[in-house]
């Protein structure tokens, strides 16, 4: 039945995209200064995600830094979004959720799930696929 092998064709390659997309996600790459006073890690996107500094104090203060200045990104995304494309746009909620997931507000932890289940119909993983982004109504 040619119906068959295109849904199995596509759900094969929907979980390889989903398992492909878990290990980037799980990338970080680290580097150390020659002299070894400083080292960064940078994740698949490039991020920094750690700073290692001789001087521990002013690492943990420019990490601080930098999850404070990533966590208004998502903000001012939503107001450029609105004034160019709209609230309709179905991609501007995509978007938003997904900065969002990047750059949490600066106290809160990465919202990252600990696994992906493959394979699975119903890998909903419960976020909210479209939210109220404000804007005309």
Same mark, same amino acid.
């Given at each position: $039945?040619? /119906?068959?092998?295109?849904?199995?064709?596509?759900?094969?390659? &929907? &979980? @390889?995209?989903?398992? $492909?997309?878990?290990?980037?996600?799980?990338?970080?790459?680290?580097?150390?200064?020659?002299?070894?006073? =400083?080292?960064? #890690?940078?994740? &698949? &996107?490039?991020?920094?995600?750690?700073?290692?500094?001789?001087?521990?104090?002013?690492?943990?203060?420019? $990490? %601080?830094? =930098?999850?404070? %200045?990533?966590?208004?990104?998502?903000?001012?995304?939503? *107001? @450029?979004?609105?004034? *160019? =494309? /709209?609230?309709?746009? *179905?991609? #501007?909620?995509?978007?938003?959720?997904?900065?969002?997931?990047?750059?949490?507000?600066?106290?809160?932890?990465?919202?990252?799930? +600990?696994?992906? =289940?493959?394979? +699975?119909?119903? +890998?909903?993983?419960?976020?909210?696929?479209?939210? +109220?982004?404000?804007?005309?109504?």
């Amino acid at each position: $039945m040619p /119906g068959a092998d295109w849904e199995r064709q596509i759900e094969s390659t &929907a &979980a @390889a995209y989903r398992q $492909m997309n878990e290990r980037v996600r799980q990338i970080l790459v680290t580097e150390t200064a020659p002299d070894g006073s =400083v080292q960064v #890690t940078v994740s &698949a &996107a490039g991020v920094l995600t750690d700073l290692r500094l001789s001087d521990r104090g002013l690492a943990e203060q420019i $990490m %601080a830094c =930098v999850r404070k %200045a990533q966590a208004r990104i998502p903000d001012l995304m939503r *107001t @450029a979004m609105l004034e *160019t =494309v /709209g609230p309709q746009d *179905t991609n #501007t909620h995509l978007v938003l959720a997904s900065a969002r997931e990047r750059f949490p507000v600066a106290d809160s932890p990465p919202n990252r799930p +600990d696994r992906v =289940v493959v394979g +699975d119909k119903d +890998d909903w993983d419960e976020r909210p696929v479209l939210e +109220d982004i404000g804007g005309p109504t």
